[in-house]
């Protein structure tokens, strides 16, 4: 199949489940065309099956707000006719269903149908399109999706709750390449980071308000009274300069690392004892599931589908949102108890083959089959 694929480039959840599910796409032998505006971050490798087509947005002394939406519909319709695709997969809906229902009616002109698939990934849904600004176009561009799928359970309940949709919303799961996380750990570098032997505590995210970074920087220094150990904060984002500030208020500066973006995240995983993501919201959370594929247990909130990925009380736990003292008793418990440890860090594996991405992309294939021209399969 000639699969067009947009998404978001950076390091935010839905660009990395896009672009991973890209390549694996390319590997099985379909041709891939990443649509964006700017090579996707996880784009990492070279493969005779994908291509990359960026989205320019011409600037003019008259424009406040670059039109981003009308250069990606153009982009999107040059691709399609001239690599002739037989369907578009956009990845968050904002500004993509609507970008693509726009490509779609300029193709209809020509008269063909370019079927379109809506993968919606949270934020899109729980947040920012749930803003009266947004919400007619994202209704809208969502109904006239061909096929809508949604990263969670949870994620589909809350899109029915918050918007009129009239189409039946698929739950497709993320996924994670567990051989990728699930390598040996470099010893040498678990010596660097805790040189004693301490305990290593991770997390990872974009540093938005949604996910309460602070609160992990709380838990750890719960943590750290009772049990030597060392925090690893992987990311960036606006939260960062408050962390900064609560980590020296909280004295705990000596233990506490920010690494900033990372691409080998997995390197990090690999030598840590459990991850902490204690967001307000996660449609789905995969950054715990990529902790998991390295077999690191996962203390979380019960928020969104967390409870889908972390199952509670087997691959870690659950509490309530902002209940540090809750998250950092189980990190305690955890950290403490070497055989539980062992065991938890098994079933946080285990669980996370269960979201293979050998299992997921022949989901996603059988999806598009379903819209597929009668050669799109030879292609
Ligand atoms: O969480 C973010 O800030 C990034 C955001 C995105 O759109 O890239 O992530 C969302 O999509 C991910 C992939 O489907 C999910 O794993 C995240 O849980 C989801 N984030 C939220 O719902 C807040």
Same mark, same amino acid.
């Given at each position: ?12 959840? $839905? ?9 694996? &796409?390319? %590997?099985?032998?379909? $041709? ?27 600037? #003019? ?65 729980? &947040? ?17 999706? %061909? ?7 949870? &994620? ?112 990090? &995983? ?59 008793? #189980? ?22 083959? $269960? ?13 598009? $089959? ?7 399969? %030879?292609?």
């Amino acid at each position: 199949m000639r699969i067009g694929i947009v998404c978001y480039p950076t390091f935010g959840g $839905s660009g990395v489940v896009a672009t991973e599910l890209g390549k694996a &796409l390319a %590997d099985k032998g379909h $041709s891939v065309h990443f649509i964006t505006y700017q090579q996707p971050v996880r784009l990492n490798v070279f493969s005779a099956n994908i291509y990359y087509h960026e989205v320019r947005v011409p600037t #003019y002394p008259l424009f406040d707000y670059p039109p981003y939406e009308v250069a990606l519909a153009s982009t999107m319709v040059d691709v399609i006719k001239n690599h002739d695709l037989d369907l578009l997969h956009v990845h968050y809906a904002i500004p993509h269903a609507s970008a693509a229902y726009m490509a779609k009616q300029i193709i209809l002109k020509t008269g063909r149908n370019i079927p379109v698939i809506t993968t919606l990934h949270g934020t899109d849904i729980t &947040l920012v399109g749930k803003d009266k600004t947004y919400e007619p176009v994202v209704t809208f561009s969502i109904n006239e999706s %061909d096929a809508i799928t949604a990263v969670s359970q949870n &994620l589909r309940e809350e899109t029915f709750r918050s918007f009129n949709i009239t189409k039946e919303i698929e739950v497709i799961y993320n996924f994670v390449d567990v051989s990728r996380f699930s390598k040996k750990p470099i010893d040498a570098f678990r010596k660097v980071i805790a040189p004693h032997n301490e305990k290593i505590l991770v997390h990872a995210s974009n540093f938005r308000s949604i996910k309460r970074v602070k609160d992990v920087v709380k838990i750890f220094a719960e943590v750290r009274k009772q049990v030597p150990s060392k925090l690893l904060m992987v990311g960036d984002g606006p939260e960062r300069p408050g962390v900064e500030e609560l980590i020296k208020d909280l004295n705990v500066h000596e233990d506490v690392r920010l690494v900033g973006k990372q691409e080998q995240i997995e390197e990090i &995983l690999l030598v840590s004892d459990v991850f902490l993501l204690p967001s307000q919201y996660e449609s789905f959370g995969l950054a715990a599931l990529e902790a998991m594929a390295a077999h690191v247990p996962v203390i979380s909130t019960n928020a969104g589908g967390l409870p889908e990925v972390n199952l509670e009380g087997i691959t870690g736990y659950t509490a309530n949102i902002g209940d540090v003292a809750a998250m950092s008793e #189980y990190a305690i418990n955890l950290l403490t108890n070497e055989a539980l440890l062992k065991t938890m860090k098994e079933n946080a594996y285990k669980q996370a083959v $269960s979201f293979d991405i050998q299992n997921i992309v022949p989901v996603y294939e059988k999806l598009y $089959s379903r819209f597929c021209r009668m050669d799109c399969g %030879d292609k």
